[in-house]
């Protein structure tokens, strides 16, 4: 059994591939030569015009709008080099889509996670590299290791970085109780307290922020969730600080900026000062307005990549 090829190779599709050409300056190597077009009736064509044979290839990803063809170019792809003998593929997956839907939440639905975890597997990738699953669980989808990256330490070094001499002056609020274990990891980064919004989601995509637990008065507010998709539960959260808990300005900070619907119109209209993003999920020129910053995630790509060729533990970098 091949444990790793004889050398690294990095290629990418079309998701993202400013992210794929940032890891593979940072490991020092070119990136792979291959083609990700399509026929004239809409099907995905893949060239790999570079030899694999016996390589520990690494495909990088996003499944972002539009996810399915992004899906589809990402599967493709490993088959292609699956049968072009590479000893070992990874699939690098900064967002992985479809994530969201991990469980049935009423009759009849489908559990489309696990059937995308599948189609990954069955295409012949042999371990999957990723950040910030949207529910941790989802590791177990699949039959092959999956190392899940955290975002959160980048998110907290920017902040810390900016504000240490402030940070008294600081609380880091849960937008809702499902990011409570991130925001309070992202607190003690910080040295900062916790504040966290319950609120009451009345149909997807639509929350009502109903009341604020814990002290924000007077304070500046930090939201940290792991996705902002259409941005109502950011946004409805910042209006809550400053209206019902009397915060005096507030920053956001997210993993992924998937920024759908209107999302751009709602972030520029509410009362959140910055908006802090990694590039997991490449953003048309036309979603970065003022108040976004970008903050790079191929360093920390990048090292994963060099331990898992280098079979070395990935854990240190998930602290």
């Known amino acids: 059994m091949n444990f790793h090829g004889k050398e690294i190779k990095i290629f ?3 998701s993202n591939k400013p992210v794929a ?18 026929f004239s009736d809409g099907e995905i064509a893949v060239s790999v015009l570079e030899s694999v044979r016996g390589s520990d290839a690494f495909i990088i990803q996003s499944l972002s709008a539009p996810v399915n063809d992004h899906l589809m170019e990402l599967l493709i792809m490993i088959d ?25 939440s009423k009759a009849r639905d489908p559990i489309s996670a696990k059937l995308v975890a599948d189609l990954i597997t069955v295409s012949g990738a042999d371990r999957v590299l990723t950040m910030d699953l949207h529910a941790p669980q989802i590791q177990g989808f699949f039959n092959i290791p999956v190392d899940n990256l955290l975002g959160m330490p980048i998110l907290a070094k920017y902040f810390k970085d900016n504000n240490d001499a ?3 002056e600081y609380v880091v609020v849960s937008p809702d109780l499902g990011s409570v274990t991130r925001a309070r990891s992202f607190a003690q980064r910080i040295d900062s307290p916790i504040a966290i919004i319950d609120k009451r989601r009345q149909k997807a995509n639509v929350s009502e922020v109903m009341n604020i637990i814990g002290d924000v008065k007077g304070k500046k507010v930090i939201l940290v969730d792991d996705m902002i998709d259409t941005a ?17 300005e507030v920053y956001a900070c997210a993993t992924h900026g998937v920024l759908s619907g209107p999302a751009i119109e709602r972030i520029q209209a509410s009362p ?3 908006l802090v993003l990694l590039d997991t999920i490449q953003l048309p020129p036309s979603k970065l307005i003022d108040k976004i910053k970008i903050l790079p995630v191929a360093p920390v790509f990048a090292e994963a990549i060099e331990r898992i060729y280098s079979d070395k533990p990935v854990s240190t970098l998930f602290v």
Not at 81 to 88: E, G, I, N, T
Not at 232 to 248: D, F, L, P, R, S
């Open 232 to 248: 109502g539960t950011i946004c409805n959260a910042a209006v809550a600080v400053m209206e019902k808990g009397g915060a005096t």
């Open 80 to 104: 292609a080099f699956k049968r072009a003998s590479a000893a070992r593929i990874t699939a690098v997956i900064p967002y992985l889509g479809y994530a969201r839907q991990d469980r049935k």
């Open 12 to 14: 990418t599709a079309n």
């Open 272 to 274: 959140i000062k910055e």
């Open 21 to 38: 050409k940032q890891i593979a300056e940072c490991l020092g190597v070119p990136l792979g030569k291959s083609d990700v077009g399509r």
């Open 166 to 168: 402030q940070k008294d």
